[in-house]
């Protein structure tokens, strides 16, 4: 009857948005189960409330991330590197072009600074980390929800189970007690 204590975030369109199971407010993030026999809508406030439920840490998805990022970081460092390369060599012909025309080499020098220029400027907005707000928010998809509510939402399933087998015994005929037969005294 019961069901393990992990939930998984799902997120609906904001036209199917529906009360908060706790504070009735419109929310568009649903709890469910990962057999979804149990679900209900929870807004982003009380999944960051301690006293209502804690993240799960999905150590595969943590370590595949960690790995890509370093990935990343390897790439921009080489990307960097064929940089500077490529442009100790457009200095080295730039040398010798010197001497052959000057008025190319002031247009060059130009083109270069803006060029290093632009790469400053991406260099700064690339480097600057994301929101760790955000980095949290994709990370905590899976949770746990402490003791007594996740017994409240078992007591419900309970619940509605009897319900549903009381509902089942009235509508069968043959679970209420059959007319005496016998002649009264």
Not at 32 to 51: Q, R
Not at 128 to 144: K, M, Q, W
Request: with cysteine; aromatic share 8%; charged share 40%.
């Amino acid at each position: 009857m019961s069901f393990p204590n992990i939930w998984h975030l799902r997120r609906v369109g904001v036209g199917a948005s529906k009360a908060c199971w706790i504070c009735f407010k419109p929310t568009s993030e649903v709890l469910i189960t990962p057999d979804n026999k149990d679900f209900f809508y929870i807004c982003a406030g009380h999944l960051k409330d301690p006293g209502f439920c804690s993240p799960t840490v999905d150590e595969a998805a943590v370590a595949k991330k960690k790995k890509r990022e370093e990935m990343e970081r390897e790439i921009e460092l080489l990307k960097r590197a064929y940089a500077e390369k490529q442009a100790k060599k457009e200095a080295n012909a730039k040398q010798k072009d010197k001497d052959k025309d000057k008025d190319r080499d002031k247009d060059r020098e130009k083109v270069e600074e803006r060029r290093a220029g632009e790469a400053i400027s991406k260099d700064k907005t690339g480097s600057e980390p994301d929101d760790p707000a955000a980095l949290d928010e994709d990370a905590a998809r899976i949770f746990a929800l402490h003791k007594n509510f996740y017994q409240m939402r078992i007591d419900r399933l309970r619940n509605v189970e009897i319900a549903r087998r009381n509902r089942d015994r009235l509508k069968n005929p043959t679970t209420f007690p059959s007319v005496p037969a016998g002649e009264l005294e």
